[in-house]
């Protein structure tokens, strides 16, 4: 199966919670043995951050005519051409990592998209009027227009069935990436310890 992958919010050098889930999440995908390939859109200004997966057989990176840094004129290419974008490589399949995502739905495209947390919902008077009424779009949003909806934690599921009605959300916990270079033997922790 052909799946698209928006990649296109991803800021260049910016890392937190929904970076590393999503990085993880690749790793993941691009390692299994199943036979989807999976088509990263990307940004102009963040393309270069994933050229480690160009010689990856189940991978295909496509490069869009947007930048991630620049919010507004993302959300307006994203709004107007990312559907475009899917047409032009016949992908019926887009997961969205972050609700960042259409307002409107293309009824000939699937589309699951992950909201990681309510937070702003909750405290508002952390983040600014128009961040509060952003984020209360884009959940909405992507609730309404998604045909699936991941929450990363049972809370978030609960948060969103019950402040937002959401029918469709289904929880699916965040990947852990443990290296094997990274495992200490117990043996040298315990001789530490005392």
Excluded at 149 to 171: C, G, H, M, P, S
Aim: with cysteine; glycine share 2%; proline share 3%.
């Amino acid at each position: 199966m052909k799946i698209a992958i928006d990649v296109t919010w991803l800021k260049p050098g910016k890392s937190g919670g929904v970076e590393s889930m999503f990085r993880n999440l690749l790793e993941g995908l691009v390692n299994n043995k199943d036979e989807n390939i999976y088509y990263l859109l990307l940004a102009q200004d963040n393309y270069h951050t994933f050229l480690e997966y160009e010689k990856n057989q189940k991978v295909k990176l496509i490069k869009c005519n947007t930048k991630a840094e620049n919010v507004k004129a993302h959300i307006l290419w994203q709004n107007l051409f990312q559907y475009r974008v899917l047409k032009k490589y016949n992908l019926k399949n887009c997961f969205f990592p972050v609700y960042e995502r259409p307002i409107f739905k293309n009824k000939k495209i699937k589309t699951i998209t992950t909201i990681c947390d309510i937070l702003a919902f909750h405290y508002p008077n952390y983040f600014s009027k128009l961040e509060n009424m952003w984020f209360k779009l884009g959940w909405k949003a992507a609730i309404k227009q998604s045909d699936k909806v991941i929450a990363i934690t049972n809370f978030t599921k609960r948060d969103l069935e019950k402040n937002f009605n959401a029918k469709n959300v289904q929880r699916i916990y965040v990947p852990v990436d443990i290296k094997k270079e990274e495992f200490i033997d117990f043996k040298k922790l315990e001789k530490n310890m005392v």
